[in-house]
């Protein structure tokens, strides 16, 4: 079946269908840049703990060196981690949203191209979660 002659429903439940799967890779990809910050920020960590306590210590601000403490250090690039987990948590949950929406999308577009016609309009407790 060429797209001209293409429904306009199935048109648009393969376009939603397009949306879901771009958010799911946008979500992917976010997830893998804070799984790879954090894993720096980690190995920061653990070098920082090897220094002296009495020692100078850095942190880059922009493009200038900052003088710091380590402790002061330490802390912020902790909490800076744990941030990264708790976004990593929701983009996770995003995620698992997403997947269940493609799974129904795609059913729904299996449903439609069997029968041939656009699905009946959903019943007032069909969709509980709203």
Do not use: C, Y
């Amino acid at each position: 079946m060429s797209a001209g002659q293409m429904p306009p429903w199935l048109q648009e439940q393969i376009g939603k269908l397009q949306q879901s799967q771009q958010n799911l890779q946008s979500i992917m990809t976010q997830r893998q840049h804070l799984e790879m910050e954090k894993a720096e920020t980690e190995k920061a960590v653990d070098e920082l703990k090897k220094v002296a306590d009495g020692d100078s210590v850095f942190k880059q601000a922009g493009t200038v060196l900052i003088k710091s403490d380590k402790k002061t250090l330490v802390d912020e690039l902790e909490e800076k981690i744990e941030l990264a987990k708790t976004r990593s948590t929701v983009l996770e949950k995003q995620e698992v949203r997403v997947k269940e929406t493609l799974k129904e999308q795609e059913a729904k577009i299996t449903e439609m191209m069997k029968s041939g016609s656009a699905p009946p309009p959903p019943a007032a407790d069909d969709n509980p979660r709203k």
